[in-house]
């Protein structure tokens, strides 16, 4: 009866009190509490919460990257990541730092900036206690003293610290160019001064 009503029967996390309508939705949610993440990666052995996060990292190991952009061509591994790619065309950036007047695409993005004007650094090393603004920045970080690189080219075996240079690492192999030389107009594989 209450799909007819439009009542809904919400459920609601006991420690923070955050509403639910779908009891699978506030037991993911707990996990955010509880530090649990069943679901491990066999390649690197990172975990995540949902099923669907481990599902959207497998892709930095696979290379698969299903989205494409109309308007570029740009291809990614993530929905959200190729929307918010959409805005670089549009222009639209929705989040203003109310210091500096400066906009950016993402709030996160605000967010990580504003820390520019705070110089917090909330994310420090456990070993070294070098700090950093961004959680993935400090995450980097730590494969140096781990020396892990979980990101391997599928056809040399190759293996590297960052997926970005994974991704530079494959195009030695396609012979693709990102990069143009603004004075001789030749293709390179990076930027290099």
């Known amino acids: 009866m209450r799909t007819h009503t439009g009542e809904k029967n919400y459920i609601f996390c006991e420690t923070c009190g955050k509403s639910f309508i779908q009891p699978s939705d506030l037991e993911k949610h707990r996990r955010t509490h509880t530090g649990e993440r069943p679901y491990i990666c066999e390649i690197c052995g990172k975990s995540f919460i949902q099923s669907s996060s481990l599902e959207m990292h497998m892709r930095t190991h696979t290379g698969e990257r299903p989205y494409t952009c109309e308007i570029c061509g740009k291809i990614s591994a993530r ?60 995450e980097k970080h730590r494969r140096t003293h781990t020396d892990e690189r979980p990101y391997i080219c599928e056809i040399c075996g190759k293996s590297f610290i960052q997926s970005s240079d994974l991704e530079k690492h494959r195009r030695t192999h396609t012979g693709e160019s990102s990069c143009i030389c603004e004075i001789c107009a030749k293709f390179f594989l990076d930027y290099t001064l």
């Open 79 to 138: 929905s959200y990541t190729m929307k918010i790619h959409m805005r670089t065309h549009t222009g639209e950036k929705l989040y203003i730092c109310e210091i500096c007047g400066k906009s950016f695409v993402q709030s996160s993005d605000l967010e990580k900036h504003r820390r520019t004007h705070t110089g917090e650094r909330p994310y420090i090393c456990e070993i070294c206690d070098k700090s950093f603004i961004q959680s993935s920045d400090l």
